[in-house]
């Protein structure tokens, strides 16, 4: 009895492992209710047994897809999508029919546009009293959110933890407000669904974004990574969040990515436009994919220290324009509290991310978009003439006062305050005691806030002529 009762839980034993093996296992974010990007070959991917053959029926199409794991178990397929609609499913069904794998079905899938968004504490904000105002008709099944968990690793993991979930009441109270708002005018405009996917964690340095080989690769950001201080509400080696929060989700089919990030980065702010660049070119080399980067300029603040480090910071922002297919949106004209480390309105600051998607990856046709950038400066008889990009209409004040954040200077490098002319083509800047200007400043500090903005109500990029030190 005793020899028979071993041989049956030995029989049994192997029986599990067999059928565990043999089973199909996914992560997180390929689940029910996800939103897969339209017009795409969106990757599915997972575990199985080993060299395991299955097969994938999606709903919107006839012919099915197979797909073999490899001789470790782990398996990828891409899948073609058609334009955007809603609910599908997807069957993942195996092929073995001397060994039946159980087969998965993901319910109640959408298909439409799918942005990752990412940085620190302002893009992870939720609940502002913008999004309270709205709550109670904030329902939207075709808008859904899957939210990354925080976690840290000091190598690339294969999986990450979260869930997809629609828009509702309850749901939008914990989601990224500018994230939100940038996906609701996408969705109103375009009148398909949005799958926004926040991967983002408060106060963290940019340097925990990307891989930590891209750091060491140059001397600059290595230095720079050395000086993070250690906190204890955040990790605060470089590459720890990537790993853990960026890689494991990088098969994710995406159209772009939004990026909110940059005060934790200030006191080394000479090195950001190299990281800042780095981490885009890591991402979309993770992802395979040459996808839009759009970012937000940081917003003015009253900082401990330096007078420039939000500046600077910005200028280095700023300066990363010139990297391909990237936007910035500038928010000086959005904040009414420079000792609030967090800007309360997050409406516009999604809404403008949202006209650059609409416009650059989109096609709509909205003739001005984004903030006006210097493009060169004209000096003559005591004068400085500025021309920008991006205001064919010319400049107007928010309060109709006198243009503000305006100041110039002569060789001495003694800036004083300038007296501003706005017209169509150009501003005009002067001051009765600089007889022979060579240079100019525009919201270079960290509390500036000017009231100029294009008539299309765009705040100009803060910027400056010269190159001199600044403390």
Known sequence: MKKLLLISLFIANVLFT?????QIRLPSIISDNMVLQQNSEA???GWSGASERFVIISSWKEEVDTVQASNIGKWKAKIKTPSAGGPYTITLKGMNRFRPTPSIVLEN??????????????MEMSNNQQIKDILPTSANSNIRFFTVDKKASEYPQDHADGDWVSCDEETLKRFSAAGYFFGKKIHDELKVPIGLIQSAWSGTPIELWEPASVIDSDPIMKKAASEIVVKTHRPHQPGYLYNAMIYPISNYTISGALWYQGESNTPRAYAYEKMLNGMIGSWREAFQNDFPFYYVQIAPWKYDTSLYEGALLQEAQSKSLSYPKTGMVVITDLVDDVTNLHPQNKKDVGERLALL?????YGKNIPVYKSPVLKNMEIDKGKASLYFSDAPNGFITKDGGKPT??????????FLPADVQLKKDKII????????PVAVRFSFSNIGISNVLSREGFPIVPFRTDTWEVD
């Not at 067999?18 to 043999?22: F, G, H, I, K, M």
């Not at 954040?405 to 003694?414: Q, V």
């Open 18 to 22: 067999y059928r565990t093996d043999a």
């Open 43 to 45: 990757t599915l991917w």
């Open 109 to 122: 899938i959408m298909i439409g546009e799918v942005w990752l968004l990412s940085g620190q504490s302002n």
């Open 357 to 361: 998607a609409l416009a650059e990856t």
């Open 405 to 414: 954040e305006f100041m110039i200077a002569g060789s001495n490098k003694k």
């Open 429 to 436: 800047v002067s001051n009765k005691n600089i007889k022979e």
